[in-house]
């Protein structure tokens, strides 16, 4: 149906696109800021105030090649990588399972366990509790420390339930009566059909990990070399505080590093840009696939 | 058959031997923060200096680098769940020592003092200021500190010497017919010069002084010079004072009230209370619309100036100005940076160490407060302790590169080896005794001058008498006391002064004995008797 244009509307559909547009600028002006800010002269840089619009001085790319000469970094890509894609493939596989379980009408223990689950999502152990079990499993400082706790995450269990109870059940019946059993049931029948949770899911969990950086300062204490990247990114834009260079040293011939200040900004791009440039890919699927797990039929 | 038992005999003995070798070599696990270090591990790994004392002592650290940012909390993680290194670095401890002692975390080293600490212990003796920051008031000592020999003041206020040339020519005329301002007169004078240029240049944004948030320096700076400390100071006849709460604290007031009113002080100054002391407006500092500020010893000289942008600066230390017209003739000695020793900095030894262990670490932490043991953790290793057996030494062009032997001038690898970070590890992380170095030809600017000396010597002039030592130790019971207490007065106080200030609240000798009533009202004598009861033990241990 064409929707016939009123004035009206067209006043409406003006200001919203007004508006929308506004709040997308609002939402750009701290990116632009930080990628402008990351090609600048540094010493224009400390002396700056305000939303930098273009580059300051001649653009160099210095704090890029700092950043990127650190073989740490490279390290940490590498180590995000594996945590990344080992979590988004057995933890959804994993998330799968559970709430497909937990969705069964004909499961005694559905209630029980959806109820212990959600337990965890209101209460949990604490610190030093948590750092003992993982103590005790024998995986502090591997990567199993990293990957272990991360595989199962309560909500999105939750939400893997709801998408698995909006489907009719004449479709496991059907599967059932021409011999399937519940593992092809689940793979092959169900989870087509809840894809947009699916692939919600799994881009939350890839978002989750490649964000992640406090379980591995916590877990991950004498093995640097497994450190994903965001520890060690946060560990540069610690380290290129601007006020700790300043004080590091009591000497006059520590001169200011200025250099640190745009570190701060080229790590923020290195660390983000990826992830920025994947969200889109995924966007589309985001609408649906939270809203199929919420509405009840 | 005789040769063949022999060759086995040998075999086996050489297997022993090897093995003997081997098992003798100590491993202690180190919690170490590294957070100026850019690469800590691989600093510490590859340091001559830890590589020659690990060999001396047959040692091997194996260093657990807390992440930037985490460093506190890592060091409570192993503190709750008992999971100890053999060696901690208390840089981010919060515990008491003496409790984290009689909880069993760590050794009270007391008892090793003379038996296996004999430098360290005679140092400790002989400087009774470092004796009494790192004993506690039953006289136990627990940590094998880090030691500055002659700590150097790293900032101060500063002053942008260059406009006050520019705006006379070149003939700076202080009232009080001083080089550099030195009393009130001189600093209106010198302000008066900066406001005028900061208009006549078209700026909008700019200040003659940039005050903190809060409308003072707490620790002490600008203020002295009105004969007062900051917060806690204490007074020429040894009691605490607090300096927010003096009568002195109305001339001060007065005065910023007055500079506020002509446009010295920073318009906006009470917006920027994210801003560090030490590091204020960097925007207006470093864009040359500042005049006065806080400024560190590495902004001194020209290091600030962008000359392709015709911005020339030529920053210099300044020391805080006499109050002459209310009889003050010198300001009262307030500089930070007098404290050689902390109980937050250096080493303890936990109870994860076993007798053997501890029995090795510390008289090989004990070498480091030896001359020669001081001197090669401070200044790197010479060519008689086989600086050349040493990868980086080589690579730095040794012996060259090389300390002379007995000499405290620094090494090439220590003057060039900053991205390792040898400098802030082996001045600021190692324990022992930091020398008193001997300036080096680089730290000298392109012009001559030695601005860390110059700042130093600014800054200092006039003493540490007024300093309330911030090693003094509380109980638990006085800390929570005084945390509450201050934390009532200031929330208080701080306002009011920026009021005060700023014309918001009315200021007159009635208005301030309010100001002064409410304080007392807050628990301010409470604050003061504990203050003063903690520091009397300090003195007191320092007698002993």
Same mark, same amino acid.
């Given at each position: ?89 057995? #933890?959804?596989?994993? /998330? ?9 009408? &004909?499961? +005694? %223990? *559905?209630?029980? $366990? ?11 152990? #604490?610190?030093?509790? /948590? ?9 502090? &400082?591997? +990567? %199993? *420390?990293?990957? $272990? ?30 011999? *399937? ?117 | ?544």
């Amino acid at each position: 149906m064409i929707e016939k244009m009123t004035k009206s509307r067209a006043v409406f559909c003006a200001v919203n696109y007004a508006l929308m547009t506004l709040f997308g600028v609002l939402c750009l002006i701290p990116l632009w800021h930080v990628l402008m800010a990351s090609v600048s002269d540094p010493r224009l840089l400390m002396a700056s105030s305000g939303i930098i619009a273009w580059p300051l001085g001649t653009p160099t790319l210095e704090g890029y090649r700092i950043v990127l000469s650190n073989s740490a970094v490279i390290e940490g890509y590498g180590n995000t990588l594996i945590y990344v894609a080992v979590n988004a493939v057995a #933890g959804t596989l994993l /998330t799968a399972i559970a709430g497909y379980l937990v969705s069964r009408k &004909n499961f +005694r %223990l *559905a209630k029980p $366990l959806t109820a212990f689950i959600m337990f965890t999502m209101i209460f949990n152990g #604490g610190l030093i509790p /948590t750092y003992m079990v993982i103590r005790s499993l024998g995986i502090i &400082n591997t +990567r %199993l *420390a990293i990957i $272990l706790p991360a595989l199962m995450n309560a909500y999105y269990i939750i939400v893997m339930k709801s998408a698995f109870e909006q489907l009719p059940a004449a479709y496991e019946e059907s599967a059932k009566l021409d011999g *399937a059993g519940p593992a092809r049931i689940l793979f092959q029948i169900l989870l087509p059909l809840i894809k947009p949770t699916v692939v919600v899911i799994i881009m939350f969990s890839v978002i989750g990990q490649w964000n992640s950086w406090y379980p591995a300062s916590i877990y991950l204490p004498r093995v640097r070399d497994k450190w994903p990247l965001q520890l060690i990114m946060r560990s540069l834009l610690i380290q290129n505080d601007v006020s700790k260079l300043l004080t590091s040293s009591s000497e006059a011939n520590h001169v200011v590093n200025m250099t640190g200040n745009l570190v701060k900004y080229c790590v923020t791009v290195v660390g983000t840009l990826p992830i920025l440039v994947a969200y889109p890919f995924a966007q589309r699927y985001f609408v649906t696939g939270i809203t199929l797990g919420g509405v009840k039929g | 058959m005789k040769k063949w038992t022999t060759l086995v005999l040998a075999a086996l003995m050489l297997v022993g031997i090897v093995s003997c070798a081997a098992a003798d070599t100590l491993s202690y696990t180190v919690f170490q923060q590294g957070d100026d270090v850019p690469n800590p591990v691989e600093a510490y790994e590859v340091s001559g200096v830890i590589r020659y004392w690990q060999d001396m002592f047959d040692i091997d650290m194996e260093w657990q680098i807390p992440p930037q940012g985490s460093e506190a909390e890592q060091m409570n993680l192993m503190l709750g769940t008992g999971d100890y290194t053999d060696i901690m670095d208390m840089s981010f401890n919060t515990e008491s020592l003496s409790t984290l002692c009689d909880d069993g975390s760590i050794y009270d080293l007391t008892p090793y003092l003379d038996t296996l600490m004999p430098n360290y212990k005679a140092y400790l003796d002989a400087n009774p200021d470092v004796k009494s920051a790192l004993f506690d008031d039953t006289g136990r000592i627990y940590l094998v500190a880090i030691v500055q020999e002659n700590p150097k003041q790293w900032g101060g206020l500063v002053y942008c010497r260059d406009i006050l040339e520019t705006m006379t020519g070149g003939n700076v005329a202080f009232p009080s017919g001083s080089e550099q301002p030195a009393t009130i007169e001189d600093w209106e004078y010198m302000l008066d010069l900066m406001t005028q240029y900061f208009k006549a240049a078209g700026m909008t944004d700019y200040a003659g002084l940039i005050l903190p948030a809060t409308g003072y320096f707490s620790t002490g700076e600008l203020i002295s010079g009105f004969g007062i400390g900051g917060t806690d100071y204490v007074k020429a006849d040894g009691t605490v004072g607090f300096g927010i709460a003096e009568d002195n604290f109305y001339n001060y007031l007065v005065k910023m009230k007055e500079w506020y009113e002509k446009g010295y002080i920073y318009a906006d100054f009470a917006s920027r209370s994210q801003d560090l002391f030490y590091l204020p407006n960097t925007a207006l500092t470093y864009g040359g619309a500042a005049g006065v500020w806080f400024g560190l010893v590495q902004q001194l000289g020209g290091t600030m100036s962008l000359p392709e942008y015709g911005l020339n600066m030529n920053v210099l230390p300044i020391g805080a100005p006499a109050d002459t017209a209310n009889g003050v003739t010198a300001p009262i000695g307030t500089y930070l940076a007098a404290t050689r020793a902390t109980t937050n900095s250096g080493w303890a030894i936990s109870t994860a160490c076993s007798q053997e262990k501890l029995e090795r670490i510390l008289p090989a932490l004990d070498w480091f407060f030896t001359p020669e043991g001081a001197a090669t953790r401070s200044m790197g290793l010479s060519a008689e302790q086989g600086a050349a057996n040493y990868e980086e030494y080589g690579e730095k062009g040794c012996p060259n590169g090389a300390r002379e032997n007995g000499s405290i001038l620094w090494t090439a690898e220590m003057n060039t080896n900053t991205e390792l970070g040898q400098y802030e590890f082996s001045q600021n992380r190692l324990p022992g005794l930091v020398v008193d170095y001997a300036t080096r030809t680089c730290e000298l600017s392109a012009d001559g001058v030695d601005y860390t000396a110059l700042g130093h010597q600014t800054w200092t002039q006039f003493g540490n008498s007024a300093v309330y030592p911030y090693v003094v130790a509380f109980t638990p019971d006085e800390m929570e006391t005084v945390n509450r207490l201050s934390t009532n007065l200031q929330d208080y106080a701080h306002p009011m002064i920026v009021n005060f200030i700023m014309g918001r609240e009315e200021l007159t000798p009635e208005s301030f004995a309010a100001y002064q009533q409410k304080l007392h009202d807050l628990g301010l004598d409470e604050y003061l008797t504990i203050k003063q009861a903690a520091l009397d033990r300090f003195n007191a241990r320092a007698a002993k």
